[in-house]
């Protein structure tokens, strides 16, 4: 199987993630479909940019 960066594990913790979240989705009567189309409308029309509202004072 050919995968276009990183190594078979790196696919395979990307897999894990998308079988999490449609686990998830089921799990809450989501539909998984219909979430990720509305999740990926959503970053798409996003214009304002994220990092800019992160607060770097955070204390460590």
Not at 9 to 18: F, T, V, W
Not at 54 to 59: M, P, R, T
């Amino acid at each position: 199987m050919w995968h276009p960066r990183g190594s078979r594990a790196e696919a395979g913790l990307h897999r894990l993630g998308l079988y999490a979240l449609v686990a998830t989705c089921e799990a809450n009567g989501a539909s998984p479909e219909a979430y990720l189309a509305d999740i990926l409308l959503r970053v798409r029309v996003c214009e304002r940019n994220v990092t800019a509202s992160v607060d770097v004072s955070i204390e460590r």
